[in-house]
Every structure is written in C-alpha cells, then in structure tokens.
C-alpha cells in the first residue's frame, strides 16, 4: 500500500463557513471507496456527525467552490446529491464508520494535515504579531531620531 501523501491531502481542505473541511468525495478517494458508499455509511451511523462535526453543502457554496478550482473535477460530475463536507472532527469520526486498515492509515495521514496546518496557522500569527511590535519599536526609535536631528539642526542652523 502506498503511503499518503500530506501534501495531497492539504490541497482537498477547503475553508466553507469558516471552517477548515475535506469533501465527501476526496475522503472517498482517498479511502479508496465510492463517494455513495461513503455517504450510505455516513447515514447509517447520523447520530456521530453533528453539524460541528459534517456540514451538507449548499447549491451556491458548491457552484462556488467548483468555479474557485478553475474546472470541475470528475468526481463532482453527474452527483445527485449536493456534497457533505467534514471537519477535522469528523474525519476523525469516519474512523469508527470506515473500519479497514486503508481508513485508519488516511484518517491518521489526514489529522496530521489539520494538524500541520493549525502549526502552520500559529506561527503565522506569531511571526504577524511579532512583526507589529517590531514595527512599533522601529517607529518609536525613528520618532526619536527625527526629534533629535529638529534640535540638532535648530543648533546649527539658528532660525532668522
């Protein structure tokens, strides 16, 4: 068995209703089952996929996110039913729905991309907030520098 690829994984996370997902579709090729039997699993088990855990898609958030990839992919095509969409939780949850030794490998390679993201996520905001302090301090120093050289100057130059 191939081993999943994280980089693979980060590109089928999408953000819809400000929330970092994976689509029915790319969880079922990545399982290497058909979307329908994904989602036949899905239902036959609802009570363990609460709204926080599974969005279902509207039609405009799925016209949307197929005009954003440029071109519909082939999985997208010919669907009957608008695409459910999982949050991190709920990957994790497909675990105790999809049971083979195929899902626990990509439930595992997929956590590890949340995972990374939300790192990737806090050093950005670390590196941003600590770039604005530098910011404040290098404003702070050139206001002091500025005031320096307008006394300097008044004593060299004396106003007429």
Do not use: W
């Not at 399982?31 to 036959?44: D, E, F, H, Q, S």
């Not at 490998?105 to 956590?111: G, S």
């Amino acid at each position: 068995m191939s081993e999943i690829s994280l980089s693979k994984n980060e590109k089928m996370i999408y953000i819809i209703r400000g929330q970092k997902v994976m689509l029915d579709s790319d969880l079922a090729e990545l399982y290497g089952v058909l979307t329908k039997n994904l989602n036949k699993a899905v239902r036959r088990n609802i009570e363990r996929f609460p709204e926080d855990l599974m969005l279902q898609l509207t039609a405009d958030e799925f016209e949307l996110l197929k005009s954003q990839n440029g071109t519909s992919k082939e999985s997208y095509g010919g669907r009957r039913y608008l695409p459910l969409a999982f949050t991190e939780g709920g990957v994790a949850m497909l675990s105790s729905v999809l049971t083979s030794d195929r899902a626990a490998q990509v439930n595992l390679a997929i956590i590890r991309t949340f995972i990374k993201l939300r790192s990737f996520l806090a050093i950005e905001n670390t590196t941003s907030d600590k770039l604005d302090e530098l910011g404040q301090g290098t404003y702070r120093l050139f206001k002091i520098v500025f005031e320096r050289l307008d006394s300097l100057e008044e004593m060299v130059i004396p106003k007429e």
